[in-house]
């Protein structure tokens, strides 16, 4: 209780801008959980699809083709192309490689872009106080530096909360940058494994 009261004001002293911080603070750290959530139901899928992934092209009528996961719209969209020539049955593989490519990297921006500007939202926070420390010196002196400190360390507390909001973020989007690329690759090599076992000319990668 002391903890949650101490907690309560240090947030208040510190002002307005407190507010958009933990508002933008908790939206970032939501899409976090969201990416690490979908990024967690996508690689489960994906090895379920590589267990399911049959040895011989005769056998493509069982491969279970999902839409619930990339790794079954991906499957499905080399797999249903049947008709085509290798080279087109690549590009429809390479195109809902694309596709699938923008949805793991859905969000990562945004979180980027949030870790970025709440250190600049306490630094606005911080020059708001410290204009108010000065009229207030201006306006009643600085005979007392106690008045002067006290304001100062008022004005610094929004710039340690967008430090403190901000760190934890930048850590998560590098650390879910790096699963998507891992992510990435994986359903690179999977899709090309596909068109491997079902088509006559071997392709290297969806990627080129």
């Known amino acids: 209780m002391d903890f949650l009261q101490t907690l309560l004001n240090w947030f208040s002293k510190g002002g307005i801008i407190m507010w958009p911080i933990l508002i933008f603070s908790v ?6 959980y969201e990416r ?5 139901r996508e690689d489960k899928a994906l090895a379920g699809s590589w267990a399911g992934m049959p040895e011989f092209a005769g056998e493509a ?11 079954g719209r991906l499957s499905r969209a080399a797999l249903s192309n049947g008709h085509l020539n ?21 969000h ?9 500007l709440l250190p600049m939202l306490g630094l606005l926070g911080t020059v708001i106080g410290m204009i108010d420390s000065f009229n207030a010196i201006a306006e009643h002196g600085s005979g007392n530096p106690r008045i002067v400190a006290d304001g100062i360390s008022v004005a610094l507390i929004t710039t340690e909360a967008g430090l403190i909001a ?21 359903l690179d090599e999977f899709t090309t494994q596909i068109l491997h076992v079902h088509s006559a000319e071997r392709t290297d990668s969806v990627l080129r």
């Open 166 to 186: 901000s760190i934890p973020l930048f850590y998560l989007h590098q650390l879910l940058s790096t699963r998507a690329d891992v992510l990435t690759r994986r």
């Open 61 to 71: 009528a069982a491969f279970p083709a999902g839409t619930g996961s990339a790794a």
């Open 27 to 32: 939206y970032g750290m939501s899409l976090c």
């Open 86 to 106: 290798d080279g087109a049955r690549v590009e429809k593989a390479r195109h809902a490689f694309q596709e699938e490519q923008a949805g793991i990297e859905k």
């Open 108 to 116: 990562l921006g945004t979180i980027s872009v949030i870790a970025s």
């Open 36 to 40: 690490w959530m979908h990024y967690l």
